[in-house]
């Protein structure tokens, strides 16, 4: 069974701070990762996906990679209440069907 | 910019019941899916289908579930007799390649097995 375990929070932070989002995998053949958004009640929306080691940025968020830990991040900057959200961490599997995470449930306190 | 479209929205039917779940996957895409959400819960990999046929399935997909894409656009999910723990959100997103390539959601239809 491919294990995909984030912190189910909740985490709080103020508007305009930093919101660091944690996920660990345990297939070391997983290649890619993504960071899915899911407001309540809604299907989840891709927001990043990365390959490489190191860090991948776009716009406010930034996701961190790194294989050797199987550790994958997710940074918001400046956040806002519309940030507000659980934030779902996916793996690949063999067939690239897709392993989640439990989700991470993030407030940002206006 | 085109999206996965699912129908219906709510299902809602009877225990032991067939229900036919619909998706009309992004016009381009080549990779389709099932999974599920249990109310609370991870969201769960059920199928993967390509080139007209199954490439993965997960043990939740037992002979009750079955996928078909009956022409060129819609991708459906079959469950023969519905139990009462096939209640969930049941998404098919869709994917342009294989391995590697992002899947865009759509909007899901809520099961609801009474």
């Known amino acids: 069974q491919k294990e995909v375990e984030q912190n189910s929070g909740p985490l709080s932070v103020p508007e305009g701070a930093i919101a660091s989002l944690n996920c660990t995998y345990s297939?070391?053949?997983?290649?890619?990762f993504f960071w899915y958004r899911q407001y309540s009640g809604k299907s989840p929306e891709l927001i990043m996906f990365i390959y490489s080691n190191g860090d991948k940025e776009d716009g406010r968020f930034t996701a961190q990679l790194n294989k050797a830990s199987q550790y994958v991040s997710l940074l918001i900057r400046d956040s806002q209440p519309s940030d507000s959200a659980t934030y779902l961490c996916?793996?690949?599997?063999?067939?690239?069907?897709?392993?989640f995470g439990t989700g991470t449930s993030l407030t940002v306190i206006p | 910019e085109p999206e996965v479209t699912q129908t219906p929205s709510h299902q809602v039917t009877q225990m032991g019941q067939e229900v036919i779940l619909r998706c009309v996957p992004i016009?381009?895409?080549?990779?389709f899916y099932w999974y599920r959400q249990i109310l609370g819960q991870k969201v769960e990999f059920l199928v993967s289908?390509?080139?007209?046929?199954?490439?993965?399935k997960s043990e939740i997909f037992d002979d009750q579930f079955s996928v078909e894409r009956p022409d060129g656009s819609n991708f459906t999910l079959k469950i023969r007799s519905t139990k009462l723990e096939d209640s969930a959100m049941y998404f098919c997103?869709?994917?342009?390649?294989?391995?590697?390539?992002?899947?865009?959601f759509g909007p899901g239809t809520r099961l609801t097995v009474l």
């Open positions: 997103p869709s994917a342009p390649s294989g391995v590697g390539n992002e899947q865009f």
């Open positions: 996916a793996v690949n599997g063999p067939g690239n069907q897709f392993y």
């Open positions: 016009s381009n895409h080549l990779y």
């Open positions: 297939d070391r053949g997983s290649q890619s």
């Open positions: 289908f390509y080139n007209n046929e199954i490439s993965e």
